[in-house]
């Protein structure tokens, strides 16, 4: 798509921009974006700071020895079921113009111990699939009841996070009943459900193999998280014609058209706060810039830990609970390129999620975390240029591969000081010892893939801290255990007068969360549900 004005412009080349807009946006993920094109649908002129040298959060590509990739986004699910609220509200903030590819019929392929499981798309094809793999009674019975809990589990969550979008007053009298059915699931744990229905070890592992979508494990995690991703991709992948930075391209023209910019290389530093009301906020080389709103997507316990003052975080009576909230797993992942197409190679579209250590993620995932030296208790590998129907007309005769597997952030704090690129042979050579390993595992599943890769390159917990400026390298920002779905302040009002927060963490991970906490953040601000808005020119548009 060609676009007259520039979609974002570099802070250090001073652009133009004003005193004063209606809502500052700290960070462009996809919350912030989404949030933003909702207020500037209101009529709203927005500024959207981001500190990284490219726009779109998770969202974002970047470009090395003429290949590129995404960092954050393999697959996105519900994009063509009819009544999809994800569809619906991607198509009235894109204004159409982002369009989706089909993964096809297999979008998760599962290898537990070398025995492979697919995921396939729709509800019953996907019972039945599992039913072929686990064929008794016994089985089929608990697949059935499996699929009856996601749903009564997701039922449950939805109303309770358009909770978070209502005025205190209405979320009062609400609250009650809708948390009691939420709260009946959100405090167990995704192995609590699993055990409560199968004594079948392998059949659990299993349907508990989509954990790294999520990143804990199923002793650790929450049903809620486990059911909203599980039933999310129960009706296939699909990935962005284009690829993931289409998001910020097909959002932007939105918030261009009235009035407002995206600023890269802009890192705030502190949200200004006067009279107990954030005004506006204080950049990194000491400019102000007043908003009548501030909007934070840059993650809560940034927000709140580093970009109020002293002062100002004394002001927020939930900072104890907060901290107690801790964050995702960190990861690594090694970025592939190949001189041969995707076809020429024989690349799948499914992505792979392989368990070398057999069916108990739990301990497998314990173990490694504490020597990694041990086997990755998970290895995912996707396959973008397969997915991306495009990517040949940028990248003609060349593919792209991602493999991700976990990591734990204390590994790396010896170089926490060091320098992007200039962190010493001794980073590098851990680097190099985890890139074979998980290269290993590529060519155990495509071993015609051997000799073939002209370049890779891993980024590891220090990247993700150095490009996002999640503290702890954290994949996925707060981790998805109990403790967080009961934290009730992870809300888009926070208790400082016009600054809200927006992104994963206050719905959940995914681009889905995501999404979906740009819609109540703007609903919060504007104080009504936008929802309302979106499904009406969803039906005068025919979508
Ligand atoms: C490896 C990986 C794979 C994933 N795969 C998938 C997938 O296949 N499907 C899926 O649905 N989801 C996936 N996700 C999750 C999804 O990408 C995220 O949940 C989502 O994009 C997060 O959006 P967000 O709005 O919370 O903002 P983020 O994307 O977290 O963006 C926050 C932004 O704030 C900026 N920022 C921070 N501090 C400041 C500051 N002081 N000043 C200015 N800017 C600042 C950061 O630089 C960043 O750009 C994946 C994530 C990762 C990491």
Redesign the pocket.
């Known amino acids: 798509m060609e676009h007259a004005t520039p979609l974002f412009y570099s802070y250090k080349k001073r652009p133009q921009l004003d005193e004063h807009y209606d809502a500052i946006f700290?960070?462009?993920?996809?919350?912030?974006?989404?949030a933003a094109s909702l207020l500037a649908r209101n009529g709203k002129k927005v500024l959207i700071?981001?500190?990284?040298y490219t726009?779109?959060?998770?969202?974002?590509v970047f470009t090395r020895n003429d290949y590129e990739w995404d960092?954050?986004?393999?697959?996105?699910?519900d994009m063509d079921r009819k009544g999809s609220a994800l569809r619906i509200i991607f198509e009235y903030i894109t204004d159409k113009n982002l369009k989706w590819a089909d993964m096809g019929e297999v979008y998760d392929r599962v290898v537990i111990n070398g025995k492979v499981f697919d995921y396939v798309k729709g509800l019953n094809n996907w019972k039945e699939r599992m039913k072929f793999y686990f064929p008794t009674a016994d089985d089929a019975r608990a697949i059935d009841k499996y699929v009856e809990l996601l749903f009564a589990v997701n039922a449950a969550a939805k109303n309770f996070y358009m909770l978070k979008a209502l005025p205190k007053l209405a979320q009062f009298f609400s609250s009650p009943f809708l948390s009691k059915a939420y709260q009946k699931f959100s405090s167990r744990t995704t192995k609590e459900i699993l055990d409560s229905i199968s004594d079948n070890d392998e059949l659990k592992a299993v349907l508990s193999a989509q954990f790294g979508?999520y990143g804990m494990p199923p002793a650790q995690s929450s049903i809620v998280i486990h059911a909203a991703v599980a039933l999310?991709y129960m009706n296939g992948g699909f990935y962005p014609i284009g690829g993931?930075e289409e998001i910020f391209n097909t959002i932007m023209p939105s918030v261009i058209n009235a009035g407002g910019k995206t600023v890269i290389s802009?890192?705030?530093?502190e949200i200004i706060v006067e009279g107990g009301k954030a005004i506006g906020v204080l950049m990194?080389d000491g400019k102000k810039i007043t908003s009548d709103i501030v909007v934070?997507?840059?993650?809560v316990h940034?927000t709140f830990e580093?970009?109020l003052n002293e002062e100002n975080q004394k002001k927020i009576k939930f900072l104890k609970t907060l901290k107690k909230v801790e964050p995702s797993n960190a990861?690594f992942?090694l970025y592939i390129g190949l001189k041969q197409t995707a076809e020429e190679l024989n690349l799948p579209k499914a992505?792979y999620w392989i368990y070398p250590c057999g069916n108990n993620h739990d301990e497998a995932v314990e173990k490694y975390l504490n020597d990694y030296k041990q086997e990755f208790p998970v290895v995912y590998i996707?396959f973008p240029s397969a997915k991306n129907p495009k990517f040949l007309e940028k990248y003609p005769g060349r593919s792209t591969i991602?493999i991700?597997s976990v990591a734990n952030y204390d590994w790396f704090k010896e170089w926490e000081g060091s320098r992007w690129k200039k962190r010493g042979e001794d980073y590098d050579a851990f680097k190099e010892e985890i890139s074979q390993r998980l290269l290993a595992h590529l060519y155990k599943m495509e071993p015609q893939l051997e000799g073939k890769i002209d370049t890779y390159e891993l980024s590891t917990p220090l990247s993700?801290k150095n490009?996002?400026?999640?503290q702890k390298g954290e994949?996925?920002?707060l981790s998805h255990d109990p403790q967080r779905f009961d934290a009730d302040f992870l809300q888009p009002k926070t208790p400082i007068k016009n600054l809200f927060i927006?992104?994963?963490?206050i719905v959940?991970?995914?681009?889905?969360?995501?999404l979906m906490?740009?819609v109540l953040t703007a609903s919060s601000i504007l104080g009504k549900n936008i929802m309302n808005d979106i499904v009406q020119y969803a039906k005068q548009s025919g979508g």
């Open positions: 700290i960070g462009s993920g996809l919350g912030s974006l989404c700071c981001e500190r990284h726009p779109g959060g998770y969202t974002h960092v954050g986004l393999h697959y996105v699910g979508d999310h993931s802009a890192e705030v530093k990194a934070s997507g840059a993650g940034l580093k970009l990861h992942s992505n996707s991602e991700i993700t490009f996002c400026n999640y994949i996925y920002g927006t992104g994963q963490d959940t991970v995914g681009i889905a969360g995501a906490s740009g």
